[in-house]
């Protein structure tokens, strides 16, 4: 049961165009959503972070819209840049019992900006 | 951001051998680390949270006495892959979230090819 999906799995936006990253969720109890940036046989470097009680946070070129009643997030990246091609993950947090916050992954999407 | 690195970056090792993993906080302490494992073109997958000062807590699935955590001090947290066969090959990457917040700041990885 995938609770984090990003449907995507590939995304191609010209350069100096907005680029449109979007995840689902299907717990409702997640307190953060988080974006990471990832290139090959690297870790993943952190992005831009949302609280479940807000909708939206903006970060320079990166602001990530949180719908809650539709169990959906989007990161938007605007003017996008050749060096803004990696593969994204969406990823949703909670706290577990030990008070730890625990993080679920979603499966990526390999955004390419074309020059 | 934190920064977390990994030793080793990759390591090939023969079945039936142990592999050791490091993970180190450079610049914070971390009474929690993370150890996920990413397939290729896949999801990074949590395998266990590995705590300072105590046993480290498996997800559903993760064999405890295959991968081995120790959590010595604040700052590193070691991944033992034991009797390594085939299929343990992977990339494996650790995390570390500073204290009392949701934002994990990851490793750089470590690529395990076992023959």
């Known amino acids: 049961d995938q609770q984090v999906k990003q449907n995507s799995p590939s995304l191609s936006v010209q350069e100096g165009r907005i680029s449109i990253l979007n995840c689902d969720y299907t717990?409702?109890?997640?307190?953060?959503f988080l974006w990471y940036k990832k290139y090959p046989a690297e870790g993943p470097t952190f992005l831009i972070s949302?609280?479940?009680?807000?909708d939206k946070n903006e970060d320079g070129r990166f602001t990530v819209f949180l719908n809650k009643s539709a169990k959906h997030l989007s990161l938007h990246i605007v003017p996008s840049q050749p060096g803004d091609s990696a593969v994204y993950f969406c990823?949703?947090?909670?706290?577990?019992?030990?008070?730890?916050?625990?993080?679920?992954f979603g499966t990526g999407t390999r955004l390419k900006v074309l020059a | 951001g934190a920064v977390v690195s990994q030793h080793p970056s990759r390591v090939i090792c023969k079945s039936g051998t142990s592999v050791k993993i490091e993970c180190r906080s450079l610049?914070?302490?971390?009474?929690?680390m993370f150890w996920y494992r990413q397939f290729p073109k896949k999801s990074l997958m949590l395998m266990a949270t590995?705590?300072?000062?105590?046993?480290?807590?498996?997800e559903q699935g993760v064999e405890k006495d295959k991968f081995l955590i120790n959590h010595a001090s604040l700052t590193l947290s070691t991944l033992t892959v034991t009797s390594a066969h085939p299929e343990d090959s992977s990339f494996y990457i650790c995390?570390?979230?500073?204290?009392?917040?949701?934002?994990?700041?990851f490793g750089p990885g470590t690529r395990l090819l076992v023959l």
């Open positions: 717990n409702s109890m997640f307190d953060y």
């Open positions: 990823a949703a947090s909670a706290l577990d019992t030990s008070g730890t916050y625990k993080y679920i």
């Open positions: 995390s570390a979230p500073e204290l009392a917040m949701h934002i994990q700041y």
């Open positions: 590995s705590n300072e000062g105590s046993k480290a807590t498996y």
């Open positions: 610049d914070f302490q971390a009474t929690t």
């Open positions: 949302i609280s479940s009680i807000k």
